[in-house]
């Protein structure tokens, strides 16, 4: 199975920063990976699939880039309703798998 | 607008079975592939299973492969998860998810349910 590692696993940020989040996958999946956000309690939500794509609806702050095996996702400007859970799954070949999640939280 | 509802979670005890139901709204059923996601409490997302929108191929996580089953009534707007031979270790809250494509799956879901809580203990 592909092992897909996220970092950090915890990150502090303050209203305003410009955050990266990273995903690396154990082999290459080229562009073929998503990335969500979950809230306690609520169903994860999908941000950015095929790497770089913007899902309908989703703020133009989030940004993902990158191929192979290694990833990144960017809020260029974090809001209050943007500390969460965020979580990288690969979709190159089966089982998917998703990373273990990196969470945002409040400095 | 897209809707989808997971039901039948419950308590179970070690061994035995239980089959979870999805209903889907919004979208036409029939086109689109359906998955399985599961977290256990306190845990990350795990991939369990998917099935392609007209029920020809079935692909599952290493935990759920012999245990698991997915499928499909389209007829219904149904996907299923018949779990057998259940384990502390599928306790978890499981989530079905609407594929991000028509046709063959794309491998990324789009729209999920809010989950059913499935607790396997004696």
């Known amino acids: 199975d592909i092992q897909m590692t996220q970092s950090p696993s915890t990150l502090s940020a303050s209203v305003g920063d410009r955050v990266t989040l990273t995903c690396r996958a154990s082999?290459?999946?080229?562009?073929?990976l998503a990335w969500y956000q979950q809230k306690p309690g609520t169903a994860p939500k999908l941000l950015i699939y095929t790497s770089s794509n913007l899902e309908s609806g989703v703020p133009s702050r989030f940004s993902g880039s990158g191929s192979g095996t290694e990833f990144t996702l960017t809020i260029s400007s974090l809001q209050p309703d943007d500390f969460a859970t965020y979580y990288c799954q690969q979709y190159i070949v089966y089982p998917w798998t998703f990373g273990q999640g990196t969470k945002v939280e409040i400095k | 607008q897209v809707q989808v509802m997971e039901s039948g979670g419950g308590v179970v005890r070690p061994g035995r079975s239980l089959r979870l139901s999805c209903v889907a709204s919004?979208?036409?059923?029939?086109?689109?592939?359906m998955h399985w996601v599961r977290q256990a409490p306190g845990k990350g997302l795990e991939w369990v299973a998917v099935?392609?929108?007209?029920?020809?191929?079935?692909f599952y996580a290493g935990s759920a492969k012999g245990r698991f089953t997915i499928s499909r009534d389209n007829s219904k707007n149904t996907v299923y998860l018949q779990m057998n031979n259940l384990r502390a270790e599928d306790t978890a809250v499981y989530y079905c998810?609407?594929?991000?494509?028509?046709?063959?799956?794309?491998?990324?879901?789009?729209?999920w349910g809010q989950g059913t809580l499935v607790t396997v203990s004696s």
């Open positions: 998810g609407r594929d991000g494509a028509p046709r063959d799956s794309s491998g990324y879901v789009e729209y």
């Open positions: 099935i392609w929108y007209d029920g020809t191929n079935e």
């Open positions: 919004g979208f036409t059923f029939s086109t689109y592939g």
């Open positions: 082999q290459n999946v080229n562009r073929w």
